[in-house]
């Protein structure tokens, strides 16, 4: 019977894979399960299972090769696995089914299916296999494919087996290769004696473990080289190039077993066409891999004919080792592999050929063969050193030549080759120091390709990369190869010196600072002089971050070499800490300037200590030496002239410095500007202590011919430019100024007119830029100089900026003759300079000058001084900022910025003081003020810091000696205090700075004394703390500041300037700062409270002005402005301003919003406003019917609008307080009359689209809400998305419902009256009403204020009633109400219980319920009530409860699945006490619900979660109620086959007899519309077949769960047919 059952399930299984209607890309799954399906079925009857497939395959000769492929696939499988447990029988089955089906077609793709089950069985089995396939070698005819390539596959898998068999096999095999004529016969053939020849290599190479140790591979010598002479001579030469590839592939390994004379006697010819292969194929891995097989065993022979044939071989395999690599070819890495192991192999027996071969290639070719003979070379060196080591000179000299290839690759090939010769010992050979140069100028090789130069491959290296594998290579070597160190020391000390090497100075120095601490070589022979060294080192230090941080390198090679015993305590103590504050900063962080100021205080110090000056002389010699080479890098030069100076300054000899400073001027490059400025910065160093020499050659380079125009006739034949000569001349003016500034005060009075200014003036007309800079520049600091020299009123330090001007003291200048001339001269210089942020510092420099001619006599005409205020402001304020655009880019514009503005600001001081007047204020105010008010910040904060110094400066030195008026007060005032709110904080404090300066000279002019102590200007200087106290103050803060301002500012304004500056301050309004124009009107708002009484005629045109500001700006801030203004002006002028604003009419656009709010602001005008605007509310209709559809009618939409507008304000709290229960209740059905009606005709544009009924309606209840006291249920309500969910049609009752919980749980004291008012509106004819009012009663009962209250009943009454409505909304929200009571008052629920549960009875029989609406509202709202109800209060109703919602468990809504589901969760906590009653109805839902875990809707998977935990209890099982308590908590995660298991386990374990109602009931689901529920369905029906014993199984009928499943094959869903698979699959267990 068994047997019977096993082959019915497992022709199930097979039929199921056969079906021809499965669709390609879904079958290929499909009969993978049913495969798996097959082997877990053979895991468990092996010997029936194969008898079922061969009774299978029999019968089904015509059955899809695909499917029958993964049959073969299974019984191999089941074989691998229970081979040790097959029986003789079986096997001897297995074996005759395999023969047979590898005897049913002629293709080798299903011959090889069949030979796998037989190799699978001769590992074992081996005589029947064997005995079987030799049955298809019959006498004198060629078998087939299949037969063959078996036997190859079996020698491969049992090597000890059927070595000892393969004499007789190739003994019958290979008479007959001869008879092959297809390709692919050959192919299997090949196949075949490759298997064979690496069987008997395996066998042999462990015959000591082999089972038959006297079989010796001479024993198939015989047939082996007959094969061989049929491969090499026939197949090698065939057309197919398959058949070449898998005969030479089965050479290889027979090339060793073969006698060796046949091999010798082949080789001349095979080897010649095994190479012509590689041209015909490819993939040639396996070329190469055979040919380094032919080659060992012709080296292992001692072959005569292999040196004949090595060249063309060596060619041939160097052509294959340089190809590109195709990266669609998986072995193109291990053919390099088998290349290079050919070289090696070759290199044994001929090193002398094979490298005077070689070493020819490096030279020429293209890049690949010089690559690839470079990589060739190396891996020679590593893998063949004995035989390389004679060739030393060879190598060496052939090497000469690659040095100079451009090729990254080769580059890169040839660094990895000098390591290696290296380590080999190459390098200590003569003639190896130009590899080692070649090392060395790779390591500063630039990071991009030079210009013009493109790679021939991005994949190939760049030069960043050879440089990182040249400065790798050498450190390893300097550190890792000892015996290198006498060769590298001589060999790179001089190359520091070499400026080309700059980019390797780092691990140059790394390298000799680590040679000379391991080694200290002699510094003595030809090498670099110490003095070479120290300017070397120290010059390179000077820039320490450049090359990749060469400073700390350069300084450590520095100390290490030792250069004088007087230096070496000192050097030891101070170069640790220049290396210290290097390791402590960065290079952004490290100050330029000091750090190369300590380098020459180093390098003074050090001269200095030396006792023999004399070694001075030199260093200056090789200073100058380098400076010559230091072209192209100006920060490098720069510090070495610096150096030369301080050298210079140190030398004894007055002869060396003139002939240096000579040389120096001789061989400057004076087109540069870096190299001016350095030779300027050398003479002023040593002028310092040659200053007669100094001048003395910077004469004689003044009337030389450098600085000289030609004016002969020879001129024309000069290649110089027109400014070549100006360079000259900027240089010597250059260096006259850094010489005046440098010198001895006492010996510079006597030079400087004719020596220094003579010259200067002379030079002074020029258009070129650095000689107007340079000139500048000299002017700036001898002016400098002098005021320094000078006594009485000179400033004592000057610091980096040159632009404090001198007094007219005693030690000043005293008068200019030509100071007009001067002063236009800066003037052109100034306005000649770009708009854009400073480049140089001619501005600072010109500004300075001015600044020094200004205090000097005669004084300037009023057109020149106004020109020169337009200029010097004109170049500096305007400059945009150093960060900027591309002036981020640019170094040093913020320090330029900060001297050109201090430059000013000193300038306008000094012609202030010429003119010391109000008219003279006045003067330099019109000039400023368009920049105090441009919209641009920086402008602003420059403009208004210069006007604070101006006003300090003017009040410092103002003396009034008679009372007169200041009538520039309120333009200015209006200017400067409106500035104390800008964005910017120090605008804002230097905004307060210039209102007390001007105040205070208001109180001069009124006759007090400039220290005279005023209370208002005290209360000024406090609020400026809170003005600076961050970058964005509180706007609070800036309100309040200005209103104080505005205060002090109305006791101290006279009156009759009162007028002109409200109306300034109004005109302010329009500043482009925001926050500006804010301070305006809040300064005109306290300047209203102070002094408005006196304004009575001006009130219309104020109002006037402000309704135009408020049309004009849509800020609210000045809105909020204009509506204080209002109010204000309505406080002291009430009547008049009231009567002004109720003229305009209905608040329909934004200025009347802003004014109907000023009005709601005045408590006293709120409660009349308020009665108008209900009254118009409550009578009129909200809407009109038109064939369009529902639209608003005119006057209630204006009134609730007023009245957003009224409740805007915050005053117009307690009037709304007061009333807010009408008001309430009046809005409510507002919201409800609102919902989905369109806005009147008569607005049209951009009016009707911002005036939406509902949407006004929601923001008026919103605005009444927050005022009354109740923003928290504005926040409430909006944090739910109850206020959207108002103004849709479909949500409006949902949105209530959000509002009345709210309502409830916030402010519950006020519901009693609102709740009086809504009860009689559920009678309203308006369905609108009806349905907003039953919705906000309906969430009421869910909170229990309503019981606190006494509302519950009459609530109750008023739902109750609506049973029979005839809207179907309005009976869904009483059903809803009904349910609530559960929630809000549960003591409650048994007191009304009969009537809320006939209530929901009645709503689950409504007929008029198409969608079932009313059913599920009925449901969720009796789950909710049967938790505070009782059994006997339930019992009567039980079973027709939980038939009624039976069919909903698979509804297709999810909605009603899921609510009818938790209503039987909740049903069966009443069931538990008789479970007769209603055990039966949770057993028929069981399997329902387990299913329904799979359900694609999340909620309703919660929901059988639910109900599985409360039924758990019910069903008698003390584990399955565990689990379904522990696992299906609904925070934890299902795996629901796992879940599924374990249940059907324990099921079948307390209530085996449910077996056949449960899969009956699964079988019902195997026609769900869901697929997921079909797919578990079927896991189900395994799982219970799975724990299920053999009497048990006999309650299933397996004709119909087999036949069951079968059509769930068919399923269109791939996972469902696949679950299906997986159940036939478990039915073994009840056969």
Known sequence: MVESRVRRLA????????????????????????????????????????????????????????????????????????????????????????????????????????????VELGR??????????????????????????????????????????????????????????????????????????????????????????????????????????????????????KVRLAALEALGPLSSLIPGEQLEEQLPKLLPTVLGLYRKHPEPFPISKSLCQLLEA????????????????????????????????????????????????????????LLAWLLPRLESGSERHRHGALRLLRHLLNSAPSQMEMQKVSILSALKVPLQDPSNKVKCALVQLISALAHHGFLEQPGAEALLEFLVEQCALPAEPPAGIPEENPEDPTSADVRSVSVSTLLLLSSTVPRLGHVLWPFLLPLLLRPRLRPALVPLCRSLAGLAQRHRPDQHGNLPSPQALTVRLLAVSSQPWSCGGRGAPALRLLRELRILPELEKSWDAEIPKLLRLLEENTE?????????????????????????????????????????????????????????????????????????????????????????????????????????????????FEKSDVCRKSQGLFSIFKDRSDSEPEQPRAALVLCLGRVAAAAPPELLRSRLEPRILGCLLQLGRSKDPALKLSLARSISMVGRALAQGGSGNFPGNFGNYPGNYPGNGPGGSGSVAHKAELVALMVEFLRAEPPEAPRTRLRQHALSACAHLVALEPALSDSERSELLDAALGSVLPLPPPESGKNREQPGAQELLQEALAALTELLQGILRSRLSPSGLQEIFAHLGPWIRSPREPERERGLGIGKSLLEFFLENLDVRAVTPFPALPALLALLAPRCSDGIPEIRSRSLDCVRALLRIQLCFQGFSRDHRDELLEELQELKAGLENSQFPDFSVLFQTCSRLGAVLGRRIPPEQLPGLLLALLEAWTDPERNCSRAAAAIGNALIRERGEILHEQVPELLQALHARVALHAEPQLQRAAQRAVQLLA?????????????????????????????????????????????????????????????????????????????AAPEAAAALQERFPELFQVLLLRLGGSVGIRPPKSLR????????????????????????????????????????????????????????????????????????????????????????????????????????????????????????????????????????????????????????????????????????????????????????????DVQSMLLHIAIRIRPFFDSEHAALRHSSIVLFGNLSHFGRADSEVFSEQILNGLVTLLLHLQDPQPDVVKACKFALRMCGPSLGCEELREMFGNHLREERGLHYGEFLNDVCKFLMRSRPALLGRLISTNLFYFKSPWRELRAAAAMSVGFLVLHVDEEQGQQVDLDQLISALQLLLKDPAPDVRIKAAETLGRLVRIL
């Open 11 to 118: 022709l199930a299984l097979l039929e199921a894979g056969a079906d021809p209607s499965l669709c390609p890309p879904e079958a290929a799954a499909l009969r993978l399960q049913l495969r798996s399906a097959l082997a877990a079925l053979g895991d468990a009857e092996p010997e029936e299972l194969l008898g079922s497939v061969a009774q299978f395959l029999q019968q089904r000769q015509e059955l899809p090769w695909p499917w029958r492929e993964q049959v073969l696939a299974a019984v191999a499988a089941v074989i691998r696995s229970r081979l040790p447990e097959l029986g003789a029988g079986a096997a001897s089955a297995a074996v005759a089914l395999a023969a047979q089906e590898m005897g049913r077609s002629k293709d080798p793709e299903r011959q090889e299916a069949a030979g796998a089950v037989l």
């Open 124 to 241: 074992r089995f081996l005589g029947p296999v064997l005995e079987e396939l030799l049955r298809k070698f019959p006498p004198g005819i060629l078998p087939p494919p299949g037969p063959i390539r078996t036997l190859a596959d079996l020698a491969a898998a049992n090597v000890f087996g059927m070595v000892p068999f393969l004499s007789s096999i190739l003994a019958t095999l290979v008479p007959l290769l001869g008879t092959a004529r297809t390709d692919s016969m050959k192919c299997t053939l090949c196949y075949a004696l490759q298997r064979f020849g690496e069987s008997i290599q395996e066998y042999v190479a462990g015959r000591a473990e082999a089972p038959d140790p006297t079989v010796r591979s001479d024993a198939f010598g015989l047939e082996l080289g007959a094969a061989f002479d049929i491969l090499s001579h026939g197949w090698m030469q065939a057309r197919d190039g």
């Open 298 to 353: 012709s080296v292992a022979l001692g072959s005569r004919s292999l040196e004949a044939q090595l060249e063309p071989l060596l060619a041939a395999l160097l052509a294959q080792l340089v190809a590109p690599a195709d990266p669609n070819v998986p072995t193109s890495s291990k053919n390099q592999a088998e290349l290079l192991r050919c070289f090696s192999v070759l290199a044994a027996p001929f090193p002398a050929r």
């Open 588 to 700: 952004d962080s490290l100050d330029q300037q000091e750090w190369e100021e300590k380098l020459l205080q180093f390098l003074r110090e050090s001269l200095s200590s030396i006792p023999d000056k004399s070694w001075i002389c030199p260093l200056v010699s090789e200073t100058f030496r380098q400076l010559r080479d230091a072209d192209g890098f100006p920060a490098e030069k720069n510090f070495l002239y610096r150096y030369m100076g301080t050298a210079l300054g140190l030398c004894p000899g007055k002869e060396q410095v003139r002939k240096q400073l000579q040389e120096l001027l001789e061989n400057a490059r004076y087109q540069e500007e870096t190299e001016r400025e350095g030779l300027a910065s050398c003479f002023g160093i040593c002028a310092r202590n040659h200053l007669e020499e100094t001048l003395e050659k910077l004469e004689e």
């Open 1131 to 1207: 406080l002291r002028l009430p009547r008049r301003t009231v009567g002004c604003l109720l003229a305009r009419g209905l608040p329909l656009d934004s200025p009347g919003c802003c004014l109907w709010r000023a009005l709601g602001s005045e408590p006293a005008l709120t409660p009349l406003v308020l009665e108008q605007l209900l009254e118009r509310l409550s009578r009129e209709i909200p809407f009109q019917e038109s064939p369009a559809g529902r639209v608003a009618t005119t006057l209630p939409l204006a009134a609730t609008r007023a009245l957003a507008e009224l409740a």
């Open 1245 to 1432: 544009g951009r009016d009707r689209n911002q005036l939406q009924p509902g949407s006004c309606a929601v923001q008026t209840m919103k605005a009444v809400l927050a005022r009354a006291g109740n923003d928290d249920v504005v926040r409430d309500v909006g944090s739910a998305g109850g206020w959207e969910l108002m103004e849709i049609p479909e949500r409006h009752h949902d949105g209530i419902a959000l509002l009345a919980g709210a309502m409830a749980r916030l402010c519950g004291p006020r519901l009693p009256p609102i709740v009086r008012s809504l009860i009689p509106v559920l009678g309203s004819a308006l369905e609108c009403q009806r349905v907003t009012s039953s919705a906000f009663l309906a969430e009421l009962l869910s909170h229990k204020v309503v019981n606190d209250l006494v509302l519950l009943e009459p609530i109750l009454e008023a739902l109750t009633a609506l049973e029979k409505d005839s809207c179907l909304l309005v009976r869904v929200l009483a059903l809803r109400g009904l349910g609530n009571v559960a929630s809000g008052s549960p003591e409650k629920i048994r007191r009304h219980g009969a009537q809320l549960l006939a209530s929901m009875l009645q709503g689950m029989d409504d007929k008029d319920d198409p969608n079932n609406l009313l059913a599920l509202e009925a449901m969720s709202s009796l789950s909710k009530i049967l938790d505070h109800l009782e059994e006997r």
